[in-house]
């Protein structure tokens, strides 16, 4: 795993291990900031489904609480995660946009 660079131009790091993957379900990986707003350990659930021709992402993201996932929510970080799904479309040469779905966080 590996950092990045917020909006303010503020470098952040993490850290974290793959706890499972399983091929082409599933991959679960755990992680943690350098600078640890969260309160804790995430641990990311990614499932990948097929149907029609078409694969379906659906990353879970479990936060050590609900004041931390509200946190997470509040830093516009759901926004660049779309970024980062449509980068990875480009670049396998896949011209639709993802479909934005909220998340029942985000209810």
């Not at 993957?21 to 995430?42: A, K, S």
């Not at 659906?58 to 509040?74: F, I, K, P």
Request: charged share 25%.
């Amino acid at each position: 795993m590996s950092g990045g660079t917020t909006s303010a131009a503020r470098t952040w790091g993490s850290a974290g291990a793959y706890r499972e993957i399983v091929p082409p379900e599933r991959i679960v990986h755990d992680e943690l900031f350098d600078e640890d707003w969260t309160g804790g350990e995430t641990v990311v659930t990614t499932l990948f489904s097929e149907e029609n021709g078409k694969t379906t992402v659906t990353m879970t993201a479990r936060y050590s609480s609900s004041a931390a996932r509200d946190q997470a929510l509040g830093t516009g970080m759901t926004k660049g995660v779309e970024a980062e799904l449509r980068q990875a479309r480009r670049g396998l040469g896949l011209g639709v946009s993802p479909q934005n779905k909220k998340s029942a966080a985000e209810s």
